[in-house]
Nanobody, 127 residues
Framework: QVQLVESGGGLVQTGGSLRLSCAAS????????LGWFRQAIGKEREFVAG????????YYADSVKGRFTISRDNAKNTVYLQLNSLKPEDTAIYYC????????????????????WGQGTQVTVSS
């Protein structure tokens, strides 16, 4: 089982940027597809972005497409989420998650497909 720890969240103004990191331990992340989810107060957890095991495919929620970029460095056992052009509606706790059973080319977008989760990092965008 892989352990995940997110970092990089914070308070930023509208239009600003952040880079989230998710460091893994216990197992190589090359065995996993990886995803970022977020949960705002009073809302359900939602898929943000995903990346296949070796980074060949990525997929984004429509709400973040063109603004966020997911990437991974299997050698460093870390996945990243670059957040640009942030909006107040991006305010949420952001979680990274690992999907052991995804195929090599597909990214699953439902939270129940992911086996391991980090504790989350808060992103707050002020207007």
């Amino acid at each position: 089982q892989v352990q995940l720890v997110e970092s990089g969240g914070g308070l930023v103004q509208t239009g600003g940027s952040l880079r989230l990191s998710c460091a893994a331990s216990g197992r190589s992340i090359s065995s996993y597809a990886l995803g970022w989810f977020r949960q705002a107060i009073g809302k359900e957890r939602e898929f943000v972005a995903g990346i296949t095991r070796f980074g060949s495919n990525t997929y984004y929620a429509d709400s973040v497409k063109g603004r966020f970029t997911i990437s991974r460095d299997n050698a460093k056992n870390t996945v990243y989420l670059q957040l640009n052009s942030l909006k107040p509606e991006d305010t949420a706790i952001y979680y990274c998650a690992a999907d052991l059973f995804a195929s090599a080319i597909h990214i699953r977008t439902t939270s129940s497909a992911y086996d391991n989760w980090g504790q989350g990092t808060q992103v707050t965008v002020s207007s």
